[in-house]
């Protein structure tokens, strides 16, 4: 059937006229998986990539998603944009509704700042779950955690800045998070990589200084971390040891973007080195964290107190509350 289906398309497309006039496009996220018949001159042989949206496009599609909205006037779209890097117009569509319906469920004429904060919140990290039971203790660790990665956002600036800091808990299992304001990139320096991986190793460096101890809480910190350094070595020629080289045997979906990576056909020795490389960086890293943080212990510890105050901190509140205190600065 498939063949089928195929071969009659190629019989249409083929058919037509060099001057009929008609022009045949389509779309598909998965053009690896094409028919290489589809894609020969004359029939699909231009390919348009349409990637996600810029800062500039994602304030561009908010705006077109909100002319027949009534907004608040501390509504900042263009905030908003900087807050949702990657995300595509069907997102950013579903952000304006799910902050439409918040305003609407609170009674409200006009959408809110804080709607479209809650909206964000929910699309990124499912709802919040307020009445979780936690323990005074795990709140404490928690708040510690998710201290020490606003902390070295802070003390990193390339990373951030923070546009807020929470300890309550969301559906998706997060018990707390750190929302920065990154800016989109098209080039990533080898030093910036490793300031963003010290910050994602923060909350297991805070654990660790405070407690003495290792918790589970860092499992997503250390997967992103990992996978971030191992793009480091395999794909970007970032290893002093190994070298410029790439070692990435297999690709797939390179035409969107997106890639896979394997590691066959590589000597055991070879996958020992690009393993011992990956580790070093991970812990250069983390060594990092703990030395920032050791030198700040009285900026973690206050961040963290106010959070178990307030459970949540915006970027300016987390200023503040350091303001009198003199920062050792990363270095």
Not at 207 to 234: C, H, N, S, Y
Not at 240 to 250: F, H, K
Request: overall charge negative; glycine content about 8%; charged content about 30%.
């Amino acid at each position: 059937e498939r063949e089928q289906t195929l071969n009659q398309l190629l019989s249409e497309m083929d058919g037509f006229e060099g001057n009929a006039g008609v022009m045949v496009l389509a779309a598909t996220n998965r053009p690896d998986v094409l028919d290489l018949a589809l894609l020969r001159p004359g029939r699909f042989d231009r390919k348009i990539a349409v990637p996600a949206p810029d800062l500039h496009g994602r304030e561009a599609i908010l705006q077109i998603h909100n002319r027949e909205k009534k907004l608040a006037t501390d509504v900042d779209l263009g905030l908003m944009a900087r807050r949702t890097p990657g995300f595509v117009g069907a997102d950013l569509e579903n952000l304006c509704n799910e902050a439409a319906l918040l305003a609407a469920r609170r009674n409200k004429d006009r959408i809110e700042l804080k709607d479209f904060n809650e909206a964000l919140d929910r699309v990124l990290t499912g709802l919040a779950r307020r009445g979780m039971y936690i323990k005074d203790e795990e709140r404490l660790r928690i708040a510690h955690h998710e201290a020490g990665h606003a902390l070295l956002i802070k003390l990193l600036p390339d990373t951030g800045p923070i546009h807020k800091v929470t300890i309550i808990p969301r559906g998706t299992g997060a018990l707390g998070m750190v929302q920065p304001l990154p800016e989109d990139r098209r080039l990533w320096s080898r030093g910036l990589l490793l300031d963003h991986l010290t910050v994602m190793l923060g909350g297991r460096a805070a654990d660790e200084i405070v407690f003495a101890e290792q918790t589970t809480g860092a499992a997503d910190d250390l997967k992103r971390a990992t996978e971030i350094a191992k793009r480091m070595v395999v794909e970007w020629g970032m290893s002093e040891s190994l070298g410029p080289v790439n070692l990435a045997s297999d690709r797939a979906n390179v035409f969107l973007g997106e890639e896979i990576v394997r590691a066959e056909g590589h000597s055991e020795e070879l996958s020992a080195a690009v393993d011992r490389e990956i580790r070093g960086i991970l812990t250069q890293a983390f060594e990092r964290a703990k030395g920032f943080l050791a030198r700040n212990r009285a900026a973690l510890d206050r961040i963290a107190q106010e959070l178990l105050q307030r459970e949540s901190l915006d970027g300016a509140e987390v200023d503040a509350l350091l303001a009198d205190l003199a920062l050792q600065p990363a270095g």
